[in-house]
C-alpha cells in the first residue's frame, strides 16, 4: 500500500504532463506542477477558479456545453484513451496546442463529481507539422508550374 501511495504522489506531483481536477461546476480543484510549467499559473493562482482560466475566450461556449453534457450524462469520448486537441491558454496570454484525455471522478453514488484532465503541450509538434504541410505544397505547387 505505501508504494501504491507513493507511486500515486509521484504522478500527480510529476512536472512533466499537467494534471487537472474540477469539480461538477468546472472549478479547478487540483493543479500540479506539470499544469504550472505548461500554463504558468501557480496552483495558488490556479485552484478554485474557472477552467476559463486556460480557455481561449472564443472558446469558452462550446467547452462549456460539452462540460455541461458530461458532467449531465457521465459520459466523455475522451475517457477511453482518444486525445482530444484543443487551444489552451496561458498565463501570459500566449495560444498553446494542447492534447488531453479526461477522467471521471465520482462520488460514492457514483454520480459525476468533476473530472481530471491529463493534458500536454503539444505546440512545438503542431508547429512542426503544419510547417512540414506548407513545405509539402509548396513543393506541389512548385512541381506542376513546371
Partial sequence: MEFQTNLGEALL???SDAIVATDRE???TFWNPGAERVFGFT???AVGQSLDLI??????A???AGFREVMETGVSRYGH?????VPGLTRDGRRISVEFTIVMLRDPAQRVAGTVAVMR???RRFEEIRALRRQLAQSGQAGSGS
Fill in 13 to 15: 506531483g510529476s512536472a
Fill in 26 to 28: 468546472g472549478r479547478i
Fill in 43 to 45: 496552483a495558488e493562482d
Fill in 55 to 60: 480557455i481561449p475566450e472564443n472558446l469558452r
Fill in 62 to 64: 462550446r467547452h462549456w
Fill in 81 to 85: 484513451g482518444d486525445l482530444l486537441s
Fill in 121 to 123: 503541450d503539444v505546440s
